[in-house]
């Protein structure tokens, strides 16, 4: 019992590290309407490291593991640097499409143009599969030292330009905002979400981030629409699905990260029917 | 070179149809901002046949088909119920939460089949070239009757695709609406996710109304652009992949979305440009 209690302990903090920063992104993701833009991001950062990879064996050297591993998460890093300019760019009154589908194109090229640069390597369906699902089972505890590195920087810059970014997002709804040099604002958003997903998706794989990402802001904006409070309300849906999810995963002998997303879903239900209720009761009260 | 052309032919024919009856259906979805809708609704097709393999059902018989076709319906009307007066979550959203839980869904059903993890990524490729006459024809009876329910209530759908707030009928004329739209989608992107794969469908889903909206707005030119951007695109990129000796559904899809990006970044810096000029004329 204390040993299981060891070693689900790093997965519990790692996954409570995520969230924090997950529902904040989230609620930021919701708003701008564009829902798949971490499952894109993290497809880029994958062509990216295919692209290294590609490079390394033409260039048939025989580097080190270590050193092919550094150049791979540079080269992830470069073309998710690439993405948040192109999206930026492309983020235009002029331009009359939404948001949302400029990212799915980028996904689906992404996606396509990693098969087809691996179909010269071996094992692509392998390493598509580990992607979706990953394992928190094996974080390590460096891993989630590093992981909270990231966070910390992402995070307080975020809280101390907080006016900024929350303006950038309001102009995603055509709201009036004032705001100066909103490219600029726009630009670091999807570099440093890029970032985090990257850091993230190493850990948990895409899907969990996803459900991180969206459920826990949905079920926030079904009660509140200030920010603050959105971000407690997600912060207590996402921790406790987390929570009870590797407890009876673990209990259960199940994979963890679909117990986690089917106990996300469950909190959603229930949400959806208590808002009902309470609306009912608000109108038979008046 | 003709025996070539010969073995191309049903999977050229195949493209053309799909880009027909796709790029139709996308110029709806990029007005409704729904985008990622088929990526759901093939997720949640891949979960119906796998639950009609765990009752027991051999696979690829007419049951699990069944099965596998009545669980998406039934998603996807609850999916159309989701319409709102007042859209509290956005329904891109709630694509995004049936995609999600879809997919852990499967993932925990894949423990218990053999082989289950298959049918996860099975559907991400698509296999154009293996493509039969038979099934290139049972595609086109299919998207033909498809296009003519589209063709009679051709009004409705585009009003609702248009309202941005609100509702342009009353609310449960609306949903019968969607009902009837979405489970015509869902028929025609169950047929087409096998034959192409996801990514080759939602490409010329999205890609080619894309690009026709990036220069108009009026519903008649953007069908007749998109349809010829598909079609083109399609054709070209079957072409290429041939010469260049690469999968033909990426090569198509890759093709297709750079055409975006080009046209997009093209347009911007045709205006910028062009800006003197507006000034002047303004003045």
């Known amino acids: 019992m204390i040993s299981g209690i060891n070693f689900m302990l790093a997965p519990f903090a790692a996954s409570l590290l995520l969230i924090i920063i997950t529902v904040y992104f989230g609620i930021h993701v919701i708003e701008r309407e564009i829902i798949f833009i971490d499952i894109a991001l993290a497809q880029i950062a994958a062509l990216g490291s295919a692209v290294s990879l590609v490079i390394n064996q033409l260039s048939a050297g025989r580097h080190s593991t270590e050193h092919s591993h550094d150049s791979r998460t540079v080269m992830a890093y470069l073309f998710c640097l690439v993405a948040a300019a192109v999206f930026t760019l492309l983020k235009n009154r002029r331009i009359r499409i939404p948001m949302e589908a400029i990212i799915g194109i980028a996904y689906a090229v992404a996606t396509t143009s990693t098969v087809i640069i691996l179909d010269k390597g071996a094992g692509s369906d392998v390493h598509i599969h580990d992607m979706l699902a990953g394992n928190i089972l094996w974080v390590t505890w460096h891993q989630i030292l590093r992981l909270l590195a990231v966070i910390l920087v992402i995070g307080l810059f975020h809280y101390f330009f907080r006016n900024k970014f929350k303006a950038v997002t309001l102009l995603y709804r055509d709201r009036e905002t004032v705001i100066t040099r909103p490219g600029l604002w726009d630009f670091l958003f999807y570099l440093t979400f890029g970032i985090v997903i990257v850091e993230a998706v190493n850990i948990v794989g895409i899907l969990t981030i996803f459900a991180f990402l969206i459920i826990p802001s949905s079920v926030s904006a079904l009660f509140a629409t200030r920010w603050t409070s959105r971000i407690l309300v997600g912060l207590l849906v996402g921790g406790l699905s987390a929570i009870l999810g590797l407890y009876l995963s673990w209990v259960m002998d199940v994979p963890c990260s679909p117990t986690i997303i089917l106990f996300l879903a469950v909190s959603l239900i229930i949400s959806v029917m208590l808002r009902v209720v309470i609306k009912h009761v608000r109108v038979s009260g008046k | 070179m003709v025996d070539n052309l010969l073995f ?71 999916f159309a119920l989701t319409k709102f007066r007042k859209q509290l979550i956005s329904q891109e959203v709630i694509i995004g939460i049936i995609y999600c839980i879809g997919l852990g869904l499967a993932m925990l059903l894949a423990e218990r089949i053999p082989g289950g993890s298959n049918f996860i990524s099975k559907t991400i490729t698509g296999n154009l070239l293996w493509v039969t006459w038979d099934k290139v024809l049972e595609c086109l009876v299919i998207f033909l009757i498809v296009g003519v329910i589209h063709l009679v209530f051709r009004k409705p759908f585009i009003l609702i695709s248009d309202a941005k707030n609100g509702l342009p009928y009353s609310l449960w004329r609306t949903r019968m609406y969607e009902l009837l739209f979405y489970v015509t989608f869902s028929v025609v992107i169950v047929k087409a996710v096998p034959a192409g794969g996801i990514f080759l469908v939602f490409t010329l889903l999205i890609a080619p109304t894309a690009a026709a909206t990036l220069f108009t707005s009026s519903w008649k030119k953007r069908f007749i652009w998109s349809w010829i951007i598909g079609v083109l695109g399609s054709v070209l990129g079957i072409y290429l992949s041939y010469k260049l000796n690469i999968s033909n559904a990426p090569a198509i899809v890759t093709l297709l979305g750079l055409t975006v990006f080009v046209l997009a970044f093209g347009k911007l810096a045709a205006k910028k440009i062009f800006k003197p000029d507006y000034k002047q004329a303004d003045l």
């Open chain 2, 8 to 78: 191309l032919a049903a999977p050229i024919t195949i493209c053309i149809l799909l880009a027909g009856i796709l790029s139709y259906f996308g110029n709806h979805i990029l007005s409704r901002g729904i985008i990622f809708i088929d990526i759901a609704v093939a997720q949640i097709a891949a979960l119906g046949t796998m639950i009609g393999l765990l009752a027991g059902f051999a696979e690829e018989s007419l049951n699990v088909q069944m099965i596998s076709y009545l669980f998406t319906i039934i998603i996807i009307s609850l």
